[in-house]
């Protein structure tokens, strides 16, 4: 006889099966084990898994993709996940230099390519006059026509790199390296959507364990739950808190000390 239990295992059991073997079939998996998911109806689902959200690229130039897992049943689509973070491999391609993580992220507006458009413009946003021309009469919104050699160009930017405080007390070297140690590899929850009609059969919890078991899977990144939670979601992921077959666990921020939910099937 082929048994199939509640989490996708499959057992094929006989007279002469151990019972240890048949104790399995109430025992709940380890993490990584994949999970057949249904709806509450007994409608089994079907997962469609997408590295890149074709309809949803605003992110790529700062580094960011936009993972999504769509839930069918059939042919029906019934909802999505879409989980973003910025992944390693992306920083050095986006951001080989600070600079080009200030423009892409602060909204500074100047030619990344040209050291002085860059140096021009990165002093007037910082309202700083460069290093080299400190104690000269010369102000950070009348720098063109006053650009050294490229070698004091360069090192300007870099004390302004280094020793500016853009915010939070912290300079742009400071920021970024925050951003790399924080955001990058942190895979967390972007968007869910059930259709109405799918309401309360399951399909948000089963999307994010999805999601998540995927993330592990092929990305080995757990998934974080979103910092703004709407009421059924909060509630969702405090349900999946209790549920001991599924490996959550509690993220704190360190940024701002928040907990934030995170399934993690590592």
């Not at 109806?41 to 993709?65: A, C, I, T």
């Not at 990165?122 to 026509?145: E, F, I, Q």
């Not at 592990?216 to 992921?237: C, D, I, K, N, V």
């Amino acid at each position: 006889m082929v048994y199939l239990d509640g989490w996708g295992r499959i057992f094929v059991i006989g007279p002469d099966t151990p019972k240890d073997e048949i104790l399995k079939m109430t025992t709940p998996p380890k993490w990584g084990v994949y999970r057949s998911w249904k709806t509450r109806s007994g409608k089994r689902l079907r997962f469609e898994h997408l590295d890149q959200d074709p309809d949803d690229m605003k992110g790529v130039n700062k580094g960011y993709v936009v993972r999504k897992v769509n839930a069918y049943v059939g042919s029906e689509p019934l909802g999505y996940l879409k989980i973003s973070y910025v992944p390693s491999n992306r920083v050095s391609e986006c951001f080989p230099t600070v600079w080009h993580w200030v423009e892409a992220m602060k909204g500074w507006c100047f030619d990344i390519e040209d050291l002085a458009d860059s140096w021009r413009k990165c002093h007037h946003y910082a309202m700083k006059v460069p290093k080299s021309l400190v104690n000269t009469g010369v102000r950070s919104n009348g720098l063109a026509g006053h650009e050294p050699d490229v070698e004091t160009m360069q090192a300007d930017m870099d004390a302004l790199e280094n020793h500016y405080v853009y915010s939070f007390g912290m300079t742009p070297r400071e920021l970024f390296e925050e951003f790399v140690r924080d955001r990058v590899d942190y895979a967390f929850v972007d968007y869910i959507r059930v259709s109405e009609d799918w309401l309360r059969q399951g399909i948000g919890t089963a999307l994010y364990n999805e999601g998540a078991r995927w993330l592990a899977e092929r990305f080995r990144l757990p998934l974080h739950g979103s910092g703004l939670q709407t009421p059924e979601a909060a509630a969702a992921w405090k349900k999946m808190g209790e549920d001991e077959t599924m490996p959550t666990r509690i993220h704190k921020r360190r940024t701002d000390g928040r907990e934030i939910p995170v399934l993690d099937y590592l």
